[in-house]
């Protein structure tokens, strides 16, 4: 019974001394992937043109008539890459340029009899003033010199009356105008243009098929200079500066695909944006937007998803 009693304490007073098994003043071990002076730093990121990628769009709605491009073309700015039916829009052009022809001549017809009513009236004046001084020598009648009086009073109101037919004449002939600029603006609508020069990466229309307003078919990538847009954890984003050396690698394998430099690092965190799984995913962690400028893309692709290595 003592036996027990002596084994029992000494198993208690060897677990009371070696139940910790960490040494006193030992330090916590970091968690995995913790930055403590880390070198370099890797973010997830697209290739992309540095200039945002432009989404082609018809303002006014139709039947594609024509279309003058396919996914890979070089196209100049200002280059058709899109018609559609206008014949409607067309037609209208003609009619209208030809009323405004006419409202042009009955404005210069009209302007033409002001100007004759006005001389009239100012040779009437004349032989008014005339009549008058030799009325008031008594050589001339009171009948004579009203009679002149009469009819300056009369050609003033006719002048009066051309001058307003005149001016309902240029009115006319000013809507007419504003009516053509509509029409050829409508026009002008059928027609999509290149707005910059550059390269057209995708096309999802053709002939035949209606496009409602405003309704993105194809997609151009503006010439310039290429970059990829990257997204950095916030452990180590704002070691991220502008200037600092980066590499391309491709996803997964480690292959270097290009270099370049870091041209800009955004001045705020935020949510992920890039690569987000789903819409709307729940993301406690922050990201800070890094722009690399790439020396030689010429092997990458616009919208390939690549790992980029910023040096620190």
């Given at each position: 019974?003592k036996y027990?009693?002596f084994?029992?304490?000494?198993?208690l007073?060897?677990?009371?001394c070696?139940?910790?098994?960490?040494p006193?003043?030992?330090a916590?071990?970091?968690f995995?992937?913790?930055?403590v002076?880390a070198?370099?730093?890797v973010?997830?990121?697209?290739?992309?043109?540095e200039?945002?990628?432009?989404?082609?769009a018809t303002?006014?709605g139709?039947?594609?008539?024509?279309?003058l491009?396919r996914e890979?073309?070089?196209?100049?700015?200002?280059?058709i890459?899109?018609e559609?039916e206008?014949?409607v829009?067309?037609a209208?052009l003609?009619?209208?340029?030809a009323r405004s022809a006419?409202?042009?001549?009955?404005v210069a017809?009209?302007?033409k009899?002001?100007a004759?009513?006005?001389?009239?009236l100012?040779?009437?004046h004349?032989?008014?003033?005339r009549?008058q001084d030799l009325?008031?020598?008594n050589?001339?009648?009171?009948?004579n010199?009203?009679?002149a009086?009469?009819?300056?009073q009369?050609?003033?109101a006719?002048?009066e009356?051309l001058?307003?037919?005149?001016?309902?004449?240029?009115?006319r002939l000013e809507?007419f105008?504003?009516?053509?600029a509509v029409?050829e603006?409508e026009?002008?609508l059928?027609?999509?243009?290149a707005p910059v020069a550059?390269?057209i990466?995708?096309v999802?229309?053709q002939?035949?098929n209606?496009?409602p307003p405003?309704?993105?078919?194809?997609?151009?990538?503006?010439?310039?200079?290429?970059?990829v847009?990257?997204?950095?954890?916030?452990l180590?984003?704002?070691?991220?500066?502008?200037?600092?050396?980066?590499?391309i690698?491709?996803?997964g394998s480690g292959?270097?695909?290009a270099a370049?430099?870091v041209?800009?690092?955004?001045?705020?965190?935020k949510?992920?944006?890039l690569?987000?799984?789903t819409p709307g995913e729940k993301?406690d962690?922050?990201?800070?937007e890094?722009?690399?400028l790439l020396h030689?893309p010429?092997?990458?692709?616009f919208?390939a998803?690549?790992?980029?290595?910023?040096?620190?």
């Open positions: 019974m027990c009693i084994i029992f304490f000494t198993l007073l060897m677990n009371a070696g139940g910790n098994d960490k006193a003043g030992t916590p071990v970091p995995e992937g913790a930055p002076n070198p370099q730093v973010g997830i990121g697209r290739v992309e043109p200039e945002d990628i432009i989404k082609l303002q006014d139709g039947v594609v008539r024509r279309l491009i890979g073309d070089r196209v100049k700015a200002g280059a890459v899109l559609l206008k014949s829009a067309e209208r003609p009619q209208i340029r006419t409202q042009q001549a009955q017809a009209d302007e009899a002001v004759e009513a006005e001389t009239r100012a040779n009437l004349k032989n008014l003033t009549i009325f008031n020598k050589v001339e009648t009171a009948q010199r009203d009679n009086q009469f009819e300056v009369n050609q003033q006719a002048v009356r001058r307003a037919s005149a001016q309902v004449s240029r009115s809507e105008k504003n009516e053509l029409a603006r026009l002008a059928k027609t999509v243009k550059g390269r990466l995708s999802s229309t002939a035949g209606a496009l405003q309704n993105a078919f194809a997609e151009l990538a503006p010439d310039g200079r290429t970059i847009r990257c997204e950095v954890d916030e180590l984003a704002d070691r991220v500066l502008p200037g600092q050396k980066a590499v690698r491709a996803m292959d270097t695909l370049g430099e041209i800009y690092a955004a001045p705020l965190l949510k992920k944006s690569f987000a799984e993301e962690r922050r990201v800070r890094v722009k690399i030689d010429e092997n990458l692709l919208n998803r690549v790992e980029c290595v910023i040096q620190l």
